[in-house]
């Protein structure tokens, strides 16, 4: 099988919680075959872009894991600035699980759930005035877990995680070689799962001060269970601004690696 070259940039590899300067939510540049699309586009993602030098004008694309915040809510600048800046349209890549299939409103539940209260304004071009609706912003793709899909020609497959019980939540496999978990809690099944399928790296959900029963997060003692072979292929990311030191050589002497802000792994 032929593979596809791509960089991954780490916009921020911060949590829910996290502040710049720390560091920034943990989404992430993708880019490939001359295109840069997002993993999940957070409330602090415009910011981290800009930070970066990287004009919202050069973003394509995003994929949007799950409805939180770090995750979702940066789509409220990007998607105003594409319409009324520059005019056109964004390609939005969602899980099947994300849509409400009964809403009788065209589009997902990033919509009815994210973005309508401020998108959802008078088209004043038209008389009398329309309400813009999601595709007046994007160009909806669904992807489906399990059918293989391409975005700009990059093989792509999601697959279900557990974050939040009964709120849908994904990760994404990327040309086959590549695992994005998002937000999940731990599941050595999964893990075993991916590297089965020729999996090389996963960039993995963790938490180094997780509360235990309740957490949505993968605590890192969880982690730490692992054999050596599978840590050396496991990349934290979403993890808190206040990280110890000795969390970090904790992680390190075991064989795991971290995501750091601002950082690019090339495929
Ligand atoms: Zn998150
Ligand atoms: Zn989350």
């Avoid at 596809?4 to 921020?12: D, I, R, W």
């Avoid at 809690?185 to 963790?206: A, Y």
Wanted: hydrophobic share 40%; net charge negative.
């Amino acid at each position: 099988m032929t593979s596809t070259p791509f960089n991954l940039q780490f916009l921020g590899s911060g949590n829910a919680w996290t502040k710049p300067p720390a560091n920034f939510h943990t989404n992430v540049l993708v880019s490939c075959n001359q295109n840069s699309w997002l993993i999940d586009c957070g409330t602090l993602c415009p910011l981290a872009l800009h930070h970066l030098g990287i004009p919202l004008r050069n973003i394509d694309a995003a994929f949007i894991s799950h409805l939180h915040g770090d995750h979702v809510l940066g789509l409220e600048e990007l998607l105003l600035h594409r319409l009324f800046c520059e005019h056109r349209t964004i390609d939005l890549f969602l899980p099947a699980g994300l849509f409400t299939e009964h809403s009788g409103i065209e589009g997902a539940d990033i919509w009815q759930n994210c973005l309508r209260a401020s998108l959802e304004t008078p088209d004043v071009s038209t008389h009398p005035p329309r309400m813009l609706s999601l595709s007046d912003y994007a160009s909806v793709h669904k992807l489906i877990p399990g059918s293989p899909s391409n975005i700009f020609g990059l093989p792509v497959d999601i697959f279900p995680v557990e974050h939040i019980p009964m709120r849908p939540c994904y990760g994404i496999m990327l040309d086959h070689r590549v695992a994005y978990t998002s937000d999940c809690t731990f599941s050595r099944p999964r893990l075993e799962e991916l590297f089965n399928k020729g999996v090389s790296t996963v960039f993995h959900d963790v938490c180094f001060t997780c509360p235990g029963i309740g957490c949505v997060h993968t605590a890192f003692d969880d982690l730490a269970t692992l054999p050596r072979d599978m840590a050396e292929r496991i990349i934290l990311m979403h993890y808190a601004d206040d990280l110890q030191d000795t969390h970090i050589r904790r992680a390190i002497d075991m064989g795991f690696r971290f995501a750091h802000q601002g950082e690019i792994f090339s495929f």
